[in-house]
């Protein structure tokens, strides 16, 4: 409780606050923490982008609505913004957060927010994540990190709050599918996209489907034996969308797997 006190007095004490949100999970929490506090000096807003499912985009839209807070969307294409970003290299989160942050900072000061804000919590330092230093370099306040609240405590927050992101799965952007190097196209974007909207309609709670060369999709899922019993319904879909090949990931779902492949990814 007294963490959640901290943070509700580290959010009063900005005056105003713009959340950068994609109506996740601790996204979500702070949106709703901060209107909570702040009022109509809290605001969110969700970038648009062909890297980001559509459906992420619908949701994030309900879910402002549902904690009633104002919610901004602005246009970015990164693909295009950045052909160093299209190339797919290792740092290309922190290329991503950069592109967003120069058109976020400046849309927030031109409308009065002097802090702009992530929910980026500190859970997430375990892993290889670029776009946390290109945040910390444009002055991008992270609270959840600051005060060292993790995932889990975050999940709490949202329950006691009544929040339905609470139990939901993360999300993260579609070019994560895809190995470093590999080139990024929207209609490979779209193909993943289309790829795991069907496969999760199968039922399936955590769903990854990775693109490697040669058009082969390797399907991750939470429960690998329900994936092989549908396995001819998703393997006819996957081809349909033009994967030429199809194979399941033994090992199932796990989060932020093609870091392995980046030298100096691996945390300990």
């Known amino acids: 409780m007294n963490g959640r006190n901290t943070l509700y007095e580290a959010i009063s004490a900005k005056g105003s ?3 950068l ?23 969110a807003l969700t970038i648009s982008s062909p890297i980001i499912p559509r459906a992420d ?29 299209s190339a797919n290299p290792p740092d290309r989160c922190y290329r991503c957060r950069k592109l967003r942050n120069a058109i976020v900072l400046p849309w927030a000061h031109g409308h009065g927010f002097a802090t702009v804000a992530d929910g980026l919590n ?8 670029p776009g946390i230093k290109a945040s910390s370099e444009d002055g991008i306040w992270q ?25 939901r799965p993360g999300t993260v952007c579609l070019c994560s599918r895809f190995p470093c190097g590999f080139p ?27 693109y490697f060369p040669y058009d082969v999709a390797l399907v991750e899922v939470d429960d690998p034996d329900k994936a092989v019993y549908h ?26 797997k093609m870091n392995r492949v980046i030298p100096g990814a691996q945390r300990s």
Request: proline residues 3%; contains cysteine; charged residues 30%.
């Open 17 to 19: 606050l713009l959340v």
């Open 21 to 43: 949100f994609s109506g996740g999970l601790d996204s979500t929490v702070l949106a709703k923490i901060a209107l909570d506090v702040l009022g109509g000096a809290a605001c």
């Open 57 to 85: 985009l619908e949701e994030a839209r309900e879910t402002a609505g549902l904690i009633g807070i104002r919610h901004v969307v602005l246009e970015l294409n990164e693909l295009e913004a950045d052909p160093g970003f």
């Open 122 to 129: 500190s859970s997430e330092l375990k892993d290889y994540r």
């Open 143 to 167: 609270p959840f990190i600051e005060l060292g609240i993790t995932k889990e405590e975050l999940r709490t927050m949202a329950k006691d709050l009544g929040l339905p992101q609470w139990d």
């Open 184 to 210: 990024l196209r929207e209609e490979l974007l779209r193909r993943v996209e289309a790829a795991e909207e069907y496969v999760r309609g199968l039922g399936f709670l955590e769903v990854r489907v990775r």
């Open 231 to 256: 396995r001819n319904p998703i393997v006819g879909r996957l081809r349909d969308l033009g994967f030429s090949f199809v194979s399941l990931d033994l090992e199932g779902f796990a989060s932020g």
